[in-house]
């Protein structure tokens, strides 16, 4: 049996996490999650001002710390961190082991990023259909800023065979990250379907860190205890495919067949074919049972064949955006606010900007469940203590936008009465990044292991 | 007798692009067959109307006691261009649990 753990769910997750996870139990690999879909446009902006960046940064930070541990213990680490950038993330990383003179074996998982190949693969006949609304990505092709293939596990166990103690790759299934050690420790092939789609049902679990063991978790949260010190989950991997979910000792948080079950259909579309580029899992064909305390067994998982592709991520320019808000208070704080976002609007449309889109919500009364909300009684909006008007527009005209912030400000004293601006100033104006997915024929491009050798070897 | 789903049932969401992705969980293994009779993809794009401008589509697992829904183009172009405090469904899944069904009184 192996453990596997998750230290980071997504980049901007707890920095003492991964310190927990080699800290407070045994475990012999330490994931780190850093890659979501919006972060590669992020990553890839950094990376055109500066050709050392478009790495996840806060990795080299959570190595500075946890590098001593991982080392005296021999626990393996294998980070999506390198995000464009997998060398200059080596590098950084091997520096700071450098500064506290230790000596380790840093690999990277890389040639996932097409960025620069996109002309050559669209010449070669690969159109890049948007999987979503099967358009071409003519359509968009000089909007593009990145690139990147979802590469799956093999990669990872080959860098683990070849001796890394830490492997940083750029874009993979987030799963690759878990099922990578498995295939290393347990040999697996592949064509062990089963075993493969049990690895990504594993990894799927605890991929989103403590939103695993009792985090984000609605079943029961009142009873859900010391979340302020919830403890990350860990898989316990069998050599058959066999697993359990669990977390440190003495850790808050819950691992409870409700609370893994939440994270098992979080984001998986079809569960019969959940695909990844190492095969298909079935989240149908498995069981789950309370094994003990903050313990939950899976068994049985099935898996089928993988496809002849794999996906693409990639992120094009899709214009600006600015979002403001003001909040208004009792009495009337409801009517008030729905007066001033169709004042903003008026005022909008008398200027006759080029907008693609106009938004106003009323925060505190229905602006996370929108219409399912239903619009509150006469009664109860005649109560609520105060209501923030949160208004946004979205335009592939920067100027536009621009004159767009200057309005929400006036409104504080030509509007409805008794409200505050919030102290944020002018909205600012960001550029958005749309995102477009993908595929690319698996035998055109190629994932590239590099493991250098210790020098004292 | 009319019931609320979050009488019954817990759940998580999120997105994929435009699309939202809901699963929804029976507190016990024996209301999930009332979950799988009224949750159905028609109630679904009923409740989130306005909300969901697609299809809605839905997976049943009886092993989980879950019914996972997708949702199309429901999240204002995706999670970097919504203009929405929520942009990727986040709080979606406690949405749907808002959802009044009516059944025997022996369900």
């Known amino acids: ?160 065979a070849g001796g890394a103690q830490i492997v940083i790759t750029g874009r993979c299934a987030d799963a690759a990250l878990v099922l990578g050690p498995m295939i290393h420790e347990f040999g697996w092939r592949p064509d062990e379907w089963n075993k493969l789609a049990a690895g990504i049902v ?45 977390k440190h000792q003495g850790t808050g948080g819950r691992v409870s067949v409700a609370s893994v079950t939440e994270q098992l259909v979080y984001e998986i579309g079809d569960p019969r074919a959940y695909l990844t580029p190492d095969c298909s899992a079935d989240f149908t064909s498995f069981t789950l049972t309370q094994d003990g305390p903050d313990r939950v067994r899976c068994a049985g998982v099935h898996g ?45 449309e008398r200027l006759g900007l080029e907008l693609d889109a106009v938004h106003s919500e009323l925060l505190g009364a229905n602006a996370c469940h929108g219409i399912a909300a239903a619009q509150p009684s006469p009664e109860l909006a005649a109560q609520l203590p105060e209501v923030v008007m949160r208004f946004g527009v979205r335009s592939k005209n920067r100027a536009a936008v621009e004159r767009f912030t200057k309005e929400i400000a006036p409104l504080v004293l030509s509007g409805p009465p008794s409200v505050t ?29 590099s493991v250098p050798q210790l020098v004292s070897q | 007798m009319k019931i609320r789903l979050l009488d019954i049932a817990h759940s998580r969401s999120g997105d994929k692009g435009n699309t939202s992705n809901i699963g ?31 299809k809605v589509e839905r997976f049943e697992l009886p092993n989980l006691s879950a019914l996972n829904f997708l949702l199309y183009d429901s999240l204002d172009g995706g999670g970097t261009l919504s203009l929405r405090a929520d942009p990727q469904g986040k709080t979606m899944g406690t949405a749907l649990l808002r959802m009044e069904i009516e059944v025997e009184d022996t369900q």
């Open chain 1, 1 to 160: 049996m192996i453990r596997i753990a998750n230290g980071q769910g997504f980049w901007g997750d707890s920095p003492d996490a991964p310190l927990d996870q080699v800290r407070r139990g045994p475990i012999d690999y330490l994931t780190l999650d850093y890659l979501a879909e919006v972060t590669m446009s992020i990553l890839q902006k950094q990376r055109s001002r500066d050709p050392e960046a478009g790495y996840a940064r806060d990795f080299v930070d959570v190595i500075d710390r946890v590098l001593p541990d991982l080392l005296a213990k021999n626990i393996r680490l294998i980070a999506n961190a390198g995000g464009l950038n997998p060398e200059a993330c080596r590098r950084a990383v091997l520096a700071v082991a450098a500064r506290q003179g230790l000596d380790v074996s840093v690999a990277t998982v890389s040639g996932d990023d097409i960025t620069n190949r996109l002309d050559e693969f669209l010449n070669r006949g690969v159109e890049f259909r948007n999987m979503d609304t099967g358009e071409p990505l003519s359509v968009i092709r000089n909007q593009v800023r990145s690139a990147s293939v979802y590469f799956g596990a093999f990669p990872i166990a080959e860098a683990l």
């Open chain 1, 202 to 246: 594993a990894g799927h679990a605890i991929e989103c860190g403590a939103q695993g063991s009792g985090g984000n978790c609605q079943d029961d949260w009142q009873t859900i205890p010391a979340l302020e010190d919830i403890g990350y989950p860990i898989v316990e991997a069998e050599p058959d495919g066999g697993f359990v979910i669990t």
């Open chain 1, 304 to 348: 089928g064949a993988a496809t002849p592709s794999y996906k693409v991520s990639i992120s094009y320019a899709a214009g600006y955006r600015a979002i403001g808000s003001v909040a208004y208070a009792w009495p009337d704080a409801y009517a008030k606010a729905e007066a001033g976002a169709r004042i903003l609007a008026a005022r909008i």
């Open chain 1, 421 to 449: 601006g919030l102290g944020a100033g002018r909205p600012k104006v960001e550029e958005v990044m749309a995102y477009w997915p993908a595929l690319i024929p698996k035998h055109l491009v190629a994932p590239v292991v």
């Open chain 2, 24 to 54: 929804l969980i029976a507190r016990r293994p024996e209301f999930y067959s009332t979950l799988v009779k009224h949750v159905t993809p028609e109630r679904v794009k009923e409740h989130f109307a306005g909300v969901c401008l697609g």
